[in-house]
């Protein structure tokens, strides 16, 4: 709790004040990187592109956030280990949140015909959840963002090739 209040320029007690205990202050910067993915995720869908452009956009914002913590902090697989310990619950709320957002997306896009889920034998709940679930496969062993981005895009245009009408 010193190293993190020195870090935040405020004294232990003044911590002490917004936080029981460093856990604590654990979820509550993981809710906050939980949020801001989702955020990120939710501006992709709704932006500009293709819908394979915005599924694809938003999967990288929602895991890129999280990979960048882990690449960029000496106790990467630590951080991984504590945020599955303590926040196991939040990331289930997340992920629920996340399916629908994609779930709507993958709705909207065979409603307007950019997408023949049927043709593939697929649902708009299905098909959200194998790419969201595909897409968080290639998360674990990617050792970078960019590998990372990289394989999701063959993985989107893969996926979505199957999904186009005609």
Do not use: Q, W
């Amino acid at each position: 709790m010193e190293d993190i209040a020195r870090e935040a320029g405020v004294s232990r007690p003044a911590l002490y004040l917004h936080f029981r205990n460093k856990e604590e202050i654990f979820v509550c910067c993981s809710e906050r990187l939980h949020e801001a993915g989702l955020a990120s995720a939710e501006d992709a869908l709704k932006g500009a592109g293709s819908v394979e452009e915005r599924v694809r956009n938003a999967l990288d914002a929602k895991v890129c956030g999280f990979l960048s913590v882990m690449a960029t902090s000496p106790h990467g697989a630590e951080l991984v280990d504590e945020n599955s310990r303590l926040c196991a619950e939040l990331a289930s709320r997340t992920e629920v949140r996340m399916h629908k957002m994609l779930t709507r997306a993958f709705r909207d896009a065979a409603r307007t015909g950019e997408l023949d889920l049927k043709r593939a034998g697929l649902g708009a709940e299905a098909a959200a959840e194998l790419i969201r679930l595909s897409a968080y496969g290639l998360k674990h062993p990617a050792p970078d963002e960019d590998t990372f981005r990289r394989r999701l895009k063959a993985l989107a245009s893969v996926f979505f090739a199957g999904l186009r009408p005609g």
